[in-house]
């Protein structure tokens, strides 16, 4: 009988201490909930990753959207990361050159390196953007998820698209953990697959967002984290939706382990 290897056994083969730490936090906390914390101002952030932060793996930010972002923000969240024990993700989507992308990543107002353990990048313009993330974030043991495949309605990410991004994080694992994308790419257990369009009920949003259920990603898609934005940040009690989601993802992988 083929064994599916828990979370537990993959941050034993991963070499990165970013994947083996998150691997370890899914399984000891049990959860491979992210939160897509898509909130505007600094005390939301803080307020929102303190009352989830028991309940997910990942908590995810789009740091540009804060719309009075002071360095002290960054500073409270990773206090925040460390006593509830989740990685912190900024979800720049890097798109540019290797030269450009150096420079966001490392300086500007935000100096996203410095804070964020893991950020993620468009493959679409060829290795050279990984190669400048990498200049910058390898020494600071950060990790970068490559964009393989998007939860938005007619996207442009289809045919060999994935499969090109699959050959250039093999080529940088030591800086490439996994992917953002909506299936499975790859059965080597190192590569994290994390899919965000996620609630409790299929769906979609007026502008395009698609959404699948927490069973249909982990379940049937077989990928290891489901990213949630709204279906918690805009219930009615966020800790009691964070709640609902974790463990709606972890039984579905432990379903998932019994196929
Ligand atoms: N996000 C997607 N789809 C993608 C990628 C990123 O939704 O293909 I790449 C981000 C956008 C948002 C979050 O920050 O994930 C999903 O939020 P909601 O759960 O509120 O739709």
Same mark, same amino acid.
């Given at each position: 009988v083929k064994r599916v290897l828990t979370?537990?056994?993959?941050a034993k083969l991963c070499s990165h201490s970013v994947a083996?730490? %998150?691997? !370890? !936090?899914? @399984?000891? *906390?049990? /959860?491979n909930l992210a939160l897509s914390a898509d909130v505007t101002t600094g005390a939301e952030l803080l307020r %929102?990753?303190? =009352?989830v932060g028991p309940h997910i793996c990942i908590l995810k930010t789009h740091i540009d959207i804060i719309s009075d972002f002071k360095p002290d923000l960054v500073h409270d969240l990773s206090h925040l990361a460390e006593k509830h024990g989740f990685l912190i993700f900024e979800d720049r989507k890097f =798109? #540019? &050159?290797g030269n450009t992308v150096k420079h966001q990543y490392s300086s500007g107002v935000y100096r996203i390196s410095d804070w964020s353990h893991i950020i993620n990048a468009h493959a679409l313009p060829g290795p050279g953007i990984v190669q400048g993330l990498k200049e910058v974030g390898l020494v600071k043991d950060r990790a970068c998820l490559l964009i393989a495949e998007m939860s938005s309605k007619g996207n442009l990410a289809t045919g060999d698209y994935a499969k090109a991004t699959l050959k250039m994080a093999e080529e940088h694992d030591d800086f490439v953990i996994g992917?953002? !994308?909506? +299936?499975? %790419? +790859?059965?080597d257990?190192?590569? $994290?697959?994390? /899919?965000p369009g996620v609630k409790l009920t299929r769906g979609k949003d007026s502008l395009g967002q698609q959404y699948l259920t927490p069973r249909e990603v &982990?379940?049937?898609? @077989?990928? #290891?984290?489901?990213?949630?934005g709204r279906g918690i940040t805009e219930a009615e #009690? +966020?800790? $009691? =939706?964070? *709640?609902?989601?974790? @463990?709606a993802g972890y039984n579905a992988y432990l379903e998932r382990m019994q196929k």
């Open positions: 979370y537990g056994d993959r083996k730490f %998150l691997f !370890t !936090t899914m @399984e000891d *906390k049990q /959860t %929102l990753a303190d =009352a =798109a #540019d &050159i992917f953002i !994308t909506q +299936s499975k %790419l +790859s059965n257990p190192n590569w $994290v697959h994390i /899919t &982990i379940c049937d898609k @077989e990928c #290891d984290i489901i990213i949630v #009690d +966020s800790v $009691v =939706a964070a *709640k609902a989601f974790q @463990e």
